[in-house]
């Protein structure tokens, strides 16, 4: 695959839905892409940590956190695990810790901040539902791609040969 380029892949596709810019670059990838999973919980991480758990296949899991920035949802543990079953990437509606962990690990991670206190663990949340945050609504199976200029999401997977 060609390397991502946001503003080249918004330019080629203007059908994208673009995030709003609210996301700051974490992980140890500065550009990431893949199908979307989705996880919809709100302070607490329990799904989270069972989607990373699971081959990730290159997807990138979309977090609907509801925007909190009361606790981490992701750490470094988690997201070295989800780097070792093959996510792409994470993005993160929601805070993270470790970062500087997080920006060694071979993982894209966009997150909205980063907050030292951990989540609750109840098992609670949803997993692969449409989520709507930062002015759009992604589904399991589009297409979330990323880099340092921001988000965009497709339907279906594009040919960035160029």
Known sequence: MSAIITPDICDANPEVQVLDPVFVNFGGREA?????????????????????????????LVVDAGGSHRCAMLGDMIAEQAADN?????????????????????????????????SEKRGAGQRDVPVTFAGATLKPGQWLYADNNGIVVAEARLNLEG
């Open 32 to 60: 990431f892409c893949g199908p979307i999973r989705t996880v919809k919980c709100f302070e607490d991480n329990s799904l989270v940590k069972e989607a990373a758990a699971e081959p990730g296949d290159g997807a990138v």
């Open 86 to 118: 093959s996510w792409s990437g994470v993005v993160m509606y929601g805070c993270v810790r470790d970062v500087d962990v997080l920006a060694e690990t071979d993982l894209g991670v966009q997150a909205l901040g980063a907050h030292p206190r951990k």
